[in-house]
C-alpha cells in the first residue's frame, strides 16, 4: 500500500490478469474484456429486464446506464451520492425520475472480482434477482473475461473510526491493511437464530465462499411485503424462504449460514459504491442497507477519515470463520 502516486510501470492495455505476476496485475485497474447480455425478473417489480455489462473506460467506475427501443433514457453513476433508497434494497438515482434498483448484488460481484470499470445498459427499472444471489453475475463477468487497464488502481484508506447506530443495530470501520468484515446477525426464529461470518476478501475465493449466498425473508413476511408492493417476483428460485420449522427450498441451504453470508454479500456491495476498494474493517451487527449507506456517507463526508492509496494486491485467499448459536429474544 502506497499513498496515492505515479505508478512505477504501466501494463500493456487489455492484459489478460490471469497470466503473469498477478500481485504486478492487481495494481491496475480492470474492466471486461467483452461485452455480455442476460435477462431475468425484478424481484421487487416483477418486470421482465435485460442487462448488458460492457467494457468501461479507465478511470470511469461503474455506470448504469437505462436504454430503451428509443435510446438511453439516462444514466447513473455507482457511488453512494446517488443513492436514494435503501429500505429493502440499494436504489440509486439521478434526477426525478431515472431510478435503478437492487443493485447490490451485481456490486458486490464487481467489488469480489476486482472491476473497477463497466457500463450497465439495462431496459427496466431494477437489476435481475437472478437466484438471489452474486452468483450469475460472477459467471457472467467471467464468461466476458476480465482484462487490465492503463491506470493505476486506487483505494480507499481508512485513517480513524467511523461508526453509525441505530438502537442494538450498528455498524463500523476501522483501519486495516486490508478489506474485511465481521458480520452478525440475531433472529427469534428458530431457523436462523444468532450467525456470525468473519472474513478477509481477496478476489480468487470470493465465488466459492460469499457469491452463492441467497437473499431471505421469513414465510410469514411474505404476504406483507406483497400488500406494501413489494417482492412480486419473489419465489423459491431466487430468494430462501424460511418456514416455520424449515427451509422450503427444495435443496435447501447453501451454507449452514447462508442467512449471515448473505447479510455480508449485501454489505459488501453497498461499501463498493464508495466508488473505490475500501481497506478497512467492517463490524456490522444486525445492520442493513440503510446502516451501510450511512456508515459510507458517514466515512466519505469526513476527509479527515481516508485517503485515496495505491491499490497492492491482496493475498490469493479468503479466510472464514463461521460461528452459529442457537437464538435469543432479538429481531433481524
Not at 481477496?202 to 413476511?221: N, V
Not at 430462501?240 to 448473505?262: F, K, S, T
Not at 469526513?302 to 460461528?323: G, K, N, Q
Request: with cysteine; hydrophobic share 40%; proline share 4%.
Amino acid at each position: 500500500m502506497r499513498e496515492l502516486e505515479k505508478a512505477d510501470s504501466t501494463p500493456k492495455e487489455g492484459a489478460d490478469p490471469s497470466a503473469g505476476d498477478v500481485r504486478n496485475e492487481m495494481l491496475w485497474q480492470r474492466t471486461l474484456k467483452s461485452s455480455i447480455q442476460c435477462t431475468g425478473v425484478g424481484v421487487h417489480t416483477n418486470q421482465r429486464v435485460a442487462i448488458t455489462l460492457k467494457p468501461g473506460a479507465p478511470n470511469s467506475g461503474i455506470v448504469f446506464r437505462r436504454v430503451s427501443d428509443a435510446g438511453v433514457i439516462g444514466e447513473v453513476r455507482a457511488t453512494h451520492v446517488n443513492v436514494v433508497d435503501s429500505r429493502l434494497c440499494t436504489v440509486l438515482g439521478s434526477g426525478r425520475s431515472l431510478r435503478i434498483g437492487t443493485v447490490e448484488h451485481l456490486m458486490a460481484a464487481f467489488a469480489g472480482l476486482s472491476i473497477d470499470n463497466a457500463v450497465v445498459e439495462i431496459d427496466a427499472d431494477e437489476v435481475p434477482v437472478m437466484d438471489g444471489s452474486a452468483a450469475p453475475f460472477v459467471f457472467l463477468i467471467e464468461c466476458a473475461g476480465i482484462v487490465t487497464q492503463a491506470a493505476a488502481r486506487r483505494a480507499i484508506q481508512v485513517l480513524k473510526p467511523v461508526s453509525v447506530a441505530d438502537g442494538e443495530r450498528h455498524v463500523s470501520v476501522m483501519p486495516a491493511a486490508t478489506f474485511s468484515i465481521d458480520c452478525r446477525i440475531a433472529y427469534a426464529h428458530p431457523m436462523i437464530g444468532q450467525q456470525r461470518v468473519r472474513f478477509t476478501l481477496t478476489p480468487s475465493a470470493f465465488k466459492t465462499e460469499l457469491c452463492r449466498a441467497r437473499t431471505f425473508c421469513l414465510e410469514e413476511d411474505v404476504s406483507k411485503m406483497r400488500d406494501a408492493g413489494l417482492a412480486k417476483g419473489g419465489s423459491l428460485e431466487n430468494a430462501v424462504v424460511i418456514g416455520r420449522n424449515r427451509v422450503l427450498n427444495d435443496d435447501g441451504l447453501r451454507y449452514e449460514n447462508e442467512c449471515v453470508r448473505h447479510k455480508a454479500l449485501d454489505c459488501l456491495g453497498d461499501l463498493y459504491l464508495a466508488g473505490a476498494p475500501i481497506l478497512g474493517a467492517i463490524e456490522s451487527v444486525r445492520a442493513g442497507h440503510a446502516l451501510n449507506h450511512r456508515l459510507l456517507n458517514a466515512l466519505m463526508s469526513d476527509a479527515t477519515a481516508w485517503r485515496y492509496v495505491l491499490h497492492d494486491a491482496a493475498e490469493d485467499e479468503l479466510s472464514v470463520e463461521a460461528e452459529r448459536t442457537m437464538p435469543r429474544a432479538a429481531s433481524a
